[in-house]
């Protein structure tokens, strides 16, 4: 009961810090002429276990920025990123994120990578109305019209990735293995990966599922029941373990003999930001799935990739320009400029048309033209499959045709139910 | 479909088994190019088949080419001519590219992308590349110089079980030298005949299976003794195959299980024999040993990248200078952190606890500004590569076995030197009675300094053999710390036997119910059985007694 009162209480508050900061912000846009700039926030952990991954996203995010800045920036007014420190916890997330909207009023945020850190400040942008771009890949089954989710649904980077193993072009595998990290990504993923499989007719026998903990180094004995299962052929191995466990894994899986022949990893989690600083000789000839890599060949992923090392070389970011670009950082990318031109479409930067304005928003990104899509809040975009090669890049394999519609909720797992904000008010019953 | 996929097959077999081609270009393909032009799947298929069937190495790169999306059609229609893409760079506006002949690769110049159409690779033509391109590639490797690449085809052609490969593989078992490849070629020969061959032949390949103990053929044996259409004879050779298999699979996961719980065992006592001399002699709760392993990490990585930069060419022995580099280093900030500060504090084992986890703190923090907080890389040397084939089935990694042979040098090393040696009766003399063995000589200080750099030593020592492991970063020493004081306190302070057989016995429960639980449930269930341990008996497996334990 304490609980709840307490709970009642915040959001009266945050409802009154909303109010506040409408009456507030309104005169200031009209007074100013076009000249005021446009705060935007930048919510990544720059300290803690998650700032290897975070800083990155937080460098192209200001890049992109920078980019717009120089062309002008957005209907003629200045973009004026805040940036804040979460310091991968959770608690000071939502924290930060409040900070960001009531505080510096902030007329949208980029940033999260963890689950964990986005559902820790989905109430406070649901609460006060905001706008958060996430850019990474996630296990779906969420659908709020306060946030836009620029990374892969479950069905545009899991089921493909075993579709891939599935195909005849891939290998014709029957037998998988599912590893995971013991967090909410590899458990709901691989619980979405088990639904799929058995519906394709996989029996349940050859499925194997397996946690780790985090850090974990030790993987004797989960390579040694891997070379059991992969006995006979035809088996290979899903995995989502996270960050740093990987290069254990790969080693002792090398070190015990085993080989891609015997049974190929396909990892979810494994991009080239992780990979630098990793000595990569032991995961050779393994596979990824992704929705981008820096290998991709096109004008506009060269000129990205050229303009990130550049950016990183010009303000002494540590690496300089021996840095890479990945998945996530593509997402981010994008997603800064993806609201840059909802924003213009809209000629506001009110969260609620700025909202209707990005649906159906196309954008050039490195990778070809991806889509937000029209009433989901999710985005469209290629399936890759790439080896890893020696110098942590990797060679693209397969590539889908073209665009890949998001399906927040999967038609594996939960086949009922759909995200619409535009003829549902968000997640729905679908009919029978 | 399934027509034009045995067509496709019969064209492989028919492929696989003749003549190599000459390496004239052969006419035929060049026509079938005109195919490729057209946006027809039929006719691109048939294309490939006859470009493949020519098994010329150029074409073989042609169609590489083709999947990897670099084809071209130049100008419109019928008369298109085919064209490989290069390089690609912008000239003002557009896009430009180098192109070359499809076959000849003879460059033809810098055109706009703009004038060329992309011949797409769909999934179905990838498809149809795929054989080709794969059958060459396991070609090659079956004669690569590397055993790995040689023993990786020999796999993939055991897992096939393709009629046609045969010949290769009997062709190659001829030539091979190396035990373990020689072993994986004779079980592709074999699981190709289970598959392939009438009756006789089939019971024969059953009986090399089981004397090969090959786990691979246990699926393709199953199903031959669970087929009623197959003699009885062949089925009995089956069953007996299948016991034999089973019977060394039980062999091969005993000593498994024993080898990696010795590996267990031998990396927590690497950790904690540093630990435990310095607890166990001197009375000092270091929470900064963590960081002293860090630090022999560290300093693995920054001897490699000497070798790296100094010496490639001998790259290799850059770890034999690292373990007693990183020894040194630690064991110098040991003497520093003892005689700085720890000296002013002894018998007051609380505040030493704060203050060696405050150093601990500073330490890790230097580190991260220094090397910066994401991981380095420390390549392992060959010779710490890949792992020795003890028995079929059974591959004992190098640095699992290193560690091993490493805590066992170590640990004689310490009893060696506590017990047979004038320093380690001086150190045991101050622990036993500091100021008597003040009064007769002995310099206790010095004593001190010189036990704390040799727990710290090994702390560096133990970081060192971790690199080839696991992960080198600043929080390194976090990851360790905890089961290094499992360790030390289950063992009972201060005796090194408890120690040793503690981390054996931890090691040993971790890998033995790991199969069955899985690797988060081990864990907890060996931390409450440590609890519970240590509720019994709270001093340990060897507890000290007397009176200098009540001091």
Redesign the interface.
Known sequence: MAVYSRREFLKGSLAAGAGLAALGGLPSIITAQGKEPIKIGVLHSL?GTM??SEVSLRDVVLMAVEEINAKGGVMGRKIQPVVVDPASNWDLFAEKAKQLLLQDKVAVVFGCWTSVSRKSVLPVFENNNGLLFYPVQYEGEECSKNVFYTGACPNQQLIPGAEYLM???GGSYKKFYLLGT?YVFPRTANKILRAFLLAKGVPAANIEE????F????Y???V??I??FA????ACVLSTING?SN??FY??F????L????APIMAYSVAEDEL????T??LVGHLAAWNYFQSV?S?ANTKFVKAFKEYAKKNNL?GGDKRVTDDPMEAAYFGVHIWKQAVEKAKSVEVDAVRKAVYGQTFAAPVGTIKMHEYNQHTYRPVLIGEILKDGQFKII?RT?GNVEPEPWSKYTSPDKGCDWINHQGTYQKKA | MTRRFLLLLLLLVAWLAGPPASHAQSPDAGKALGGLVIDDADKREAAIAVIGGTRDPKWLEFLGALRDGKVYARGKGKDAEVVIGGA?S?KGDA?VIEIATAYERKPLGVVPLASLTEIAA??RL??AI?PFLEADETRTQLESADP?TR???A??L??QAAAAAAPAVEAAIKKETVHNVRHALEEALALIRLANGDGAVRILAAQTLGALHS??????LQTLAADTSASPDERAAARTAIREIERW?LLV?TV?TVF?GA??ASILLLMALGLAIVFGLMGVINMAHGELMALGAYSTFVVQNVFRARWPERFDAYFVVALPVSFVVAALVGVVLERGVIRRLYGRPLETLLLTWGASLIIQQGLRLYF?????????PTWL???F?LMT?L?L????LFIIGLASVSVAAMYWLLFRSDTGLRIRAVTQNRAMSSCLGVRAGWVDATTFALGAGLAGLAGCALTQ???V?PSLGQ?YIVDSFMVVVTGGVGKLAGTILAAAGIGGLN?GI??AL???FA?VAILIAVMLFLQRRPAGLFATRGRNADA
């Open positions: 300290s700032a290897i195909s005849k072009e013991d397996e946690y780790t903990p850090s974990h180094q030790d004797q004995t989960i040694g029941k070379k059991r006995s006979g052929g035809g740093d290069v254990p080693k002792e090398a070190n015990q003999g080989r891609s022949e015997n630098r600083g990793m000595d000789s032991a060949e004008p540590p397969s045709k | 690609r912008t896009d769909d999934r990838r498809i795929k790995e023993r990786g085809a796999l993939k055991g897992y786990s691979d053929a246990m699926p393709a699979g996961r498994e990696q590996s267990l910066g907080a994401a991981n380095v890389d420390v390549s392992s590569s890949g792992g084939g089935g591959t990694p190098f640095n699992r492991i696991g992960n970063g990851n890998k790991e199969p899985g690797a988060v864990k």
